[in-house]
């Protein structure tokens, strides 16, 4: 099973027969670089979707039309995309799993906000969300955007993820201390991968705070386009 983060809280997951992209926003993106697309998406399966935000939606629909594949998500924004925007899509929602290549990725839920920009401001673009995603003998936790809840108890207890993927950039979702301190309460991460930090001056710049916080806890500080295996 192979990570490679693009950037932001965008990321490529190889995992059984699936190539996942979750929440590629590549373009404009400027921890990205524009030569290394072709490699990002290359062979790419699947995108996954946590929201609709622009920074997280991004790329989706130039891939998904270039590449022929589905864009899986929250069924209000897919269905939408499969009506308006000529995409493939499979739409699910909260406590639904659904098989990608082999990997069972079940949405669970985040707390955050989900639009797109309309003419007249802010589109409502279905609820935000996170994932589960089980396969070749892990489960991987993708919190999506957003802060502490009290729901990561029974997501802790019931999927018992052993990789969380997290936001911890701070101002529009958990910053680093507040994201070690979920993990350590909800969770028994064998190791953490921080995403949503980097990008800009606004968020946070480092994973130290997050390390100090989860002693025996391998955390990894990702390096765009440079493959972790899991």
């Known amino acids: 099973m192979k990570l490679t983060w693009l950037g932001h809280s965008g990321f490529r997951l190889e995992i059984e027969q699936a190539v996942i992209l979750i929440d590629p926003w590549l373009s404009g993106n400027p921890v990205f670089p524009e030569d290394k697309r072709d490699e990002a998406i290359r062979g790419a399966t699947h995108i996954l979707l946590t929201h609709g935000h622009g920074d997280h939606t991004g790329d989706t629909l130039s891939i998904a039309r270039e590449l022929k594949i589905p864009v899986v998500g ?6 939408t995309w499969q009506t ?11 406590g639904g799993t659904v098989d990608l290549g082999g990997a069972k990725v079940t949405m669970v839920n985040a707390s955050h906000s989900s639009s797109f920009d309309g003419n007249e401001g802010p589109v409502y673009a279905g609820h935000e969300s996170g994932y589960m995603i089980a396969g070749e003998g892990h489960v991987i936790y993708v919190s999506g955007d957003t802060d ?3 729901d990561m108890a029974w997501m802790g207890e019931y999927h018992q993820p052993d990789i969380g993927i997290l936001c ?16 350590r309460k909800y969770f028994n991460f064998k190791t953490v991968i921080p995403c949503h930090y980097k990008t800009f001056p606004l968020l946070e710049q480092s994973a130290e705070a997050l390390k100090a916080g989860l002693p025996g806890v391998k955390v990894i500080e990702p390096e765009v386009m440079e493959p972790i295996s899991l």
Do not use: C
Not at 74 to 79: G, K, M
């Open 84 to 94: 308006h925007q000529s995409v493939e899509g499979l739409g699910f929602n909260k």
């Open 74 to 79: 929250i069924y209000d924004l897919i269905n």
């Open 148 to 150: 502490i809840m009290a």
């Open 168 to 183: 911890a950039g701070g101002h529009f979702t958990m910053d680093m201390d507040r994201a070690a301190w979920a993990a």
